[in-house]
């Protein structure tokens, strides 16, 4: 059974940085492409930023272009998103997913999901 844990969420001001960690158990994480996902109240959760197994390609919605950046270390089962430059649009329930066989921001897709971490950015 594989198994995503989010970490990292926390309290911030706007302009500040946080790094989220996802510990993903269980399942061969070398295999997978993951992405980054997120849910503000009252809205559709949504594609936040993905990665290929290898980690030779990425990709982000325009809203964090510049100020995201997704990685992973597959030798410790582990994905980050780095944030800066916060903004408090940037507030939601952060999501880590995994899925075998897929490329791409399509959520239904996704296979595997973690329980989420809360980001807040204050102005």
């Known amino acids: 059974q594989v198994k995503l844990i989010e970490s990292g969420g926390g309290l911030v001001q706007a302009g500040g940085s946080l790094r989220l960690s996802c510990a993903v158990s269980g399942g061969t994480f070398s295999s997978y492409t993951m992405g980054w996902f997120r849910q503000a109240p009252g809205k559709e959760r949504e594609f936040v930023a993905s990665?290929?197994?290898?980690?030779?390609?990425?990709d982000y919605i325009d809203s964090v272009k510049g100020r995201f950046t997704i990685s992973r270390e597959n030798a410790k089962n582990t994905l980050y998103l780095q944030m800066n430059s916060l903004k408090p649009e940037d507030t939601a329930v952060y999501f880590c997913a995994a899925v075998f066989g897929y490329y791409g921001e399509t959520k239904s897709k996704y296979q595997y999901w973690g329980q989420g971490t809360q980001v807040t950015v204050s102005s």
């Open positions: 990665i290929t197994w290898t980690g030779d390609s990425t």
